[in-house]
């Protein structure tokens, strides 16, 4: 599990609104292999930070029963704390509020060299990805996946699976000089990721198995392809022309937008 503590504040300047915040991106947050007593010193360091300013608590990955209750406990009824989630399932779920993924641009465009990229854990999205990169190869389409394994898993594709971290710069070149996303949600999450929110910000087409890409703003037949079992379509829609995305739906997801939304 991911979050952010998010401490901000708008100012008005003349005509301007301006949005000052510190946002901490909590260390071992995502690591729940440690133990409780831990996680708990780790959340009461940050709530010191920010005790003074009404701080905001958002989730931008999926999350359990266990962890939302014990964040509850140890840091939202020592201070006040609202919370917020990427996911507007998980909004409904634990009765959180909702702030969409957003996008904060570190290298330029480059070159497009290669026609599909995905990057990602495993996390049961192995069998399908599998399958596009297959159906990919058989149409001379040239992808670069990249999947980190889970532990003590063992996988058949070994040209797919990458043993160790990548660097995330290194996922934005890779972004940026593909021709296509490939963006699998894990079972159960309806929120945007942060690859289509690249995808979105490169001008790339986004192909997905997410069918509630199609109530996103962007959505567009030409620019999200929406997986089907037989993967029917998706040759045509990758050597179709390339897309670009208005800016004002990027500058809807920017995190200057994104940051006046808390409140």
Known sequence: MNFMIINCHTANRGDEAA????????????DYSRDE??????????????YFHQPFLWFWNTISDKKIEHLRVKLCSFIK??????????????????????FQNSIDAVKTNRDAYFVG?????????KKVYNHLIEHDIKPLFQIIPDNEKEYELAEI??????????????????KVILDITKRGQ?????RAMEALF???KIITNNPLYTNLPFYRKDAVFIL?????????????????????????????NWLRRFQ
């Open 161 to 178: 699976i990458h043993k160790g971290f990548v660097e995330y710069d290194t996922v934005l070149q890779n972004v940026s000089s593909s």
């Open 202 to 204: 490169y001008d790339k």
């Open 81 to 102: 704390c609202k919370m917020y989630s990427f996911d507007e399932g998980d909004c409904k779920k634990y009765k959180l509020s909702y702030n969409t993924q957003f």
């Open 121 to 129: 854990t495993d996390k049961g999205r192995y069998e399908l990805i």
């Open 228 to 256: 089907n079992d037989n993967l029917d379509g998706l040759v045509e829609f990758i050597n179709a022309a390339d897309i670009t995305y208005d800016d004002s739906i990027k500058d809807y997801y920017s995190i200057e």
């Open 37 to 50: 007593g831990t996680n708990s010193l780790l959340l009461l360091f940050y709530t010191l930070i920010i």
């Open 190 to 194: 309806t929120g945007m990721t942060m």
């Open 19 to 30: 949005v000052h915040a510190l946002v901490y991106d909590v260390p071992g947050s995502n």
